[in-house]
């Protein structure tokens, strides 16, 4: 990358610890695990690293993100679209087979693309994430070995899961091509590790990267606050789902819902400055707003992409069909409105920027174009 800034975990706490803009990616301590340990669902090192520039600072999307730098090293060109980032083509699709489409949150396109790499041999890993064993919806980031191990992760949760942390573990088991899924931070920090130009850690191992869609995760205590004042208990959620402008908790008992504007109380701090729905630069991302029930949106962005998801329809995995303009706009306007929040929240933290000598507070920068 033409843009590189030098830092250490020194830096990376003040600026991005202590900042509150850290958003539990495990890009830090996924590759290095000799000083950084989490607590608190934060980076901490336990003895000092006396390192003048580190992995950690180099990997995190929340150090520096040269956006469209990256898009045109990932893509060969910038976005057209604002708000959707840099694509091919926007479809709908769902998995054929109806034991993946049930075990999967939405059109089990996500799930049924991993089984196919690995069944055809392509990957011998997909690092996901998983539902701990010990704890309630707790989410682990997972090396899933099998179909039966992707399937085990299958479906949402809704708080964060440091996947880069599988990923590190995938590439030190000497996995040798493997697929990732993630949020849209931990395909920033999965492109941050493959375009590093001062570190190699074996990023090029990596050879899909899913993106999934995402507005917000839920901070786990207050999420669990929440739960309480609804009267569930974490031990009984079945599944739970985000759509028509309402949060789903399904139990035994049924369905319990919230109005989604109710649990943004909920969220993450680190997620009110991420400028990225639609995981802009993954090799395909997959959500659920737009489609109908049962299927998926799915936005093809990189020549790796388009491939995936020509075999896997070639093969009969997946069927898919074009998604109508209408439907795409709802996309569209989804990214719009968490980006059109968030980078207020940017601009707000951000105070006056420098551009050579010019010394300007971003919101006032129209003011003198
Ligand atoms: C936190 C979060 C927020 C989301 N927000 C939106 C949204 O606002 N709008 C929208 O249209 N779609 C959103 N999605 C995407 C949507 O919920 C589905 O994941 C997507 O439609 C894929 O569906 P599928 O049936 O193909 O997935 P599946 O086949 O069920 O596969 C889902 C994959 O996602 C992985 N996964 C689950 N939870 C996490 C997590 N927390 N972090 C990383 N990986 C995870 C699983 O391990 C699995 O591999 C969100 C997903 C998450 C996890």
Known sequence: MRYAEEGNIDDLESRVVYNNL??????CGGFCTEYIRYENELPKTEEKCFEIHGACFDFCPRTFLPVLEMEK???????????????????????TDAAIAEKGQDGGVVSALLIYLMEKGEID???ISRNSETEAWKPEPFVA?????????????????????G?????SDGCESIAMVGLPCHVQAMR?????????????????????FCTET?????????????????????????????????????EITEKIAAMKSCMREGCKVCYDFAAELADISVG?????????????????????????????????????????????????????????????????VRILNLAVDPTEMNILL
């Open 22 to 27: 850290c958003c539990y990616c495990g890009a």
């Open 73 to 95: 090293e990932l893509f060969g060109g910038v976005r057209s679209d604002k708000d959707l980032g840099y694509f091919t083509e926007i479809i709908t699709a769902r998995a």
């Open 125 to 127: 890993a997909a690092c």
């Open 145 to 165: 070995r099998s179909k039966e191990d992707i399937l085990a992760g299958a479906g949402s949760n809704y708080e964060q899961c440091p996947t880069l942390i």
């Open 167 to 171: 990923v590190g573990n995938a590439i």
């Open 192 to 212: 941050k590790i493959q375009l590093s130009n001062f570190f190699d850690v074996g990023g090029s191992k990596v050879k899909y990267v899913i993106g999934l």
């Open 218 to 254: 839920f901070d786990r205590a207050l999420l669990h606050a929440k739960l309480d004042e609804l009267g569930v208990k974490i031990e009984d959620v079945k599944k739970f789902d985000i759509g028509e402008g309402k949060f789903k908790i399904y139990t035994d008992g049924g």
């Open 288 to 352: 659920s707003i737009g489609a109908e029930a049962g299927w998926n949106s799915v936005i093809i962005r990189s020549e790796t992409g388009k491939k995936l998801i020509e075999d896997a329809k070639a093969a009969g995995v997946i069927e898919t069909k074009p998604l109508a303009d209408e439907k795409v706009e709802l996309v569209r306007k989804l990214a719009s409105r968490k980006k059109t929040g968030n980078l207020k929240n940017i601009m707000d933290a951000a105070g006056a």
